[in-house]
């Protein structure tokens, strides 16, 4: 973080003094701010898929939020293509959950 130094002498006005940043601090503070606006960004398209598929929420808000997710989406390179595919790792996690909780159950009860 900057330093800030104030020289005040009772013949003169008081003077801001400014010390450098040096570079890693300079990165460090820049990588943060980066971090922090992609969270709010990802938290801000999340609230938008939450209200496309609220029925609470108006057609023109539904429509609204889809634009937006869309422009997202296509602009972070994201794919209809690389979704589908982490659905099926997710069903086929599920599948595989189901079938090894039955497995314990009936095991159990033996």
Do not use: W
């Not at 701010?33 to 990802?42: P, R």
């Not at 994201?78 to 039955?102: F, I, P």
């Amino acid at each position: 973080m900057a330093h800030i130094r104030v020289n005040v002498s009772p013949s003169s006005s008081p003077q801001l003094e400014l010390e450098p940043i040096n570079f890693l601090t300079q990165l460090n503070l820049h990588y943060l701010i980066m971090v922090a606006s992609q969270q709010h960004d990802e938290n801000v398209i999340r609230g938008h898929k939450a209200a496309m598929h609220n029925p609470r929420v108006s057609d023109e808000a539904r429509a609204h939020s889809a634009a937006i997710v869309s422009d997202y989406e296509s602009s972070h390179g994201h794919t209809n293509a690389h979704d589908a595919e982490v659905h099926q790792h997710r069903v086929e996690g599920g599948y595989k959950a189901a079938l090894s909780s039955k497995s314990q159950r009936t095991s159990c009860q033996g």
